[in-house]
Nanobody, 124 residues
Framework: QVQLVESGGGLVQPGGSLRLSCAVS????????MGWFRQAPGKERAFVAS????????QYADSVTGRFTISRDNAKNTAYLQMNSLNTEDSAVYYC?????????????????WGQGTQVTVSS
């Protein structure tokens, strides 16, 4: 059974940082690309970042480029999203997802398995 479990969300002040983790089990982690998406209230789920199977090809949404960094540790079967310079518009439920493609990318239908999400709230 494939499981993706996010952690690391919470409440942070504007300008602060958080690091999300996504622990994956039930599949060969090095054979999947990983992605992060987010969904704010009343909005559709949106692509945030993805990273290729090897970890050498990250991709980012324009809104987070320069502030967020995606990474993975294939030895630990875990993907990460380091989020810096957070602002209120970053508040959302963040989901990690696994893709059988090489690079992942932005289309949500490229992803076959999803986590349950972790809440990130940016507020003073």
């Amino acid at each position: 059974q494939v499981q993706l479990v996010e952690s690391g969300g919470g409440l942070v002040q504007p300008g602060g940082s958080l690091r999300l983790s996504c622990a994956v089990s039930g599949l060969t982690f090095s054979n999947v690309a990983m992605g992060w998406f987010r969904q704010a209230p009343g909005k559709e789920r949106a692509f945030v970042a993805s990273i290729s199977r090897s970890g050498n090809f990250p991709q980012y949404a324009d809104s987070v480029t320069g502030r967020f960094t995606i990474s993975r540790d294939n030895a630990k079967n875990t993907a990460y999203l380091q989020m810096n310079s957070l602002n209120t518009e970053d508040s959302a439920v963040y989901y990690c997802a696994a893709s059988n493609t090489v690079y992942g990318g932005s289309p949500s239908n490229s992803y076959d398995n999803w986590g349950q999400g972790t809440q990130v709230t940016v507020s003073s």
